[in-house]
């Protein structure tokens, strides 16, 4: 499966922006879904994550209420909502397939797209 994650901008603090992911080459309903992030001189890290049918999701404790993962896989598109921004959400944003439906303790980014880069300023 390929992915390309699309959104991404300058942004100012409070403000909001939607990140989209579309996948080709396989149907996405087969794969759950991630978002990861990268910030500058920083670690890759684990965002928000949603099951194949969007039942269950999880989050990075420092997003839960301000962003949402959701995906319509009829469109074969993932989105993350981002509401509410902080200086410290600006990095790379990266999508990611799992090989596996559900969602279980680790999400394993089996397939992954190139980030989409979000910048908040203060």
């Known amino acids: 499966v390929q992915l390309q994650a699309s959104g991404g901008g300058l942004v100012q603090a409070g403000g909001s922006l939607r990140l989209s992911c579309v996948a080709s080459g396989h149907t996405l309903s087969s794969y759950a879904m991630g978002w990861f992030r990268q910030a500058p001189g920083k670690e890759r890290e684990f965002v928000a994550s949603i099951s194949w049918s969007g039942t269950m999701t999880r989050y990075l404790d420092s997003v839960r209420g301000r962003f949402a993962i959701s995906r319509d896989n009829a469109k074969n598109t993932v989105y993350l909502q981002m509401n509410n921004l902080k200086t410290e959400d600006t990095g790379d944003y990266y999508c990611?397939?799992?090989?596996?439906?559900?969602?279980?303790?680790?999400?394993?980014?089996?397939?992954w797209g190139q980030g989409t880069l979000v910048t908040v300023s203060s």
């Open positions: 990611s397939a799992q090989n596996h439906p559900y969602l279980s303790t680790v999400f394993t980014g089996d397939h």
